[in-house]
């Protein structure tokens, strides 16, 4: 019966590693939009474009005027946001980290979509969405051998 419990424990373990492992690989880059008058925004098409590959990544601003990319590769990004009645706005050098969360809040200022606005963004950012220091230490957990005992 101890071996059974045993090896499902292992199962699970090892099934774990797996899921944190797949989700550790990858970045996203969160933030919120705001008009200048600092009222939220919602509806803003936002796009993630990696500044080294040219893969972009889409979604759009909630009710809130949140907006949330995941499933990023490490990497550098431009963040653009476009509205109709705003000028586009791009951020650049936005660092997206492997297991980490980037924010990259925006101020939409008003004016026609043909004009633009870049801002660059610092070299590297804190992870202020969450306490995660570092996925390394589940890693050198989870890569321990795992004990079967023989049934008898």
Partial sequence: MLSRVSLRCSLCILALAGVCQAQSQYGSVTGSVTDPSLAKVSGVAIRATNEA????????????????????????????????????????GIVVPAGNVARADMQLTLGATTESVTVSAPGVQLNTESGTVAPSALAQYLEMPATIMPSG
């Fill in 53 to 92: 590959s040219n893969l972009g990544f889409s979604t759009e601003t909630r009710e809130s005027g949140e907006y949330l990319i995941g499933g990023l590769i490490p990497g550098v990004y431009t963040v653009t946001a476009t509205k109709a009645g705003f000028k586009d706005l791009r951020l650049t």
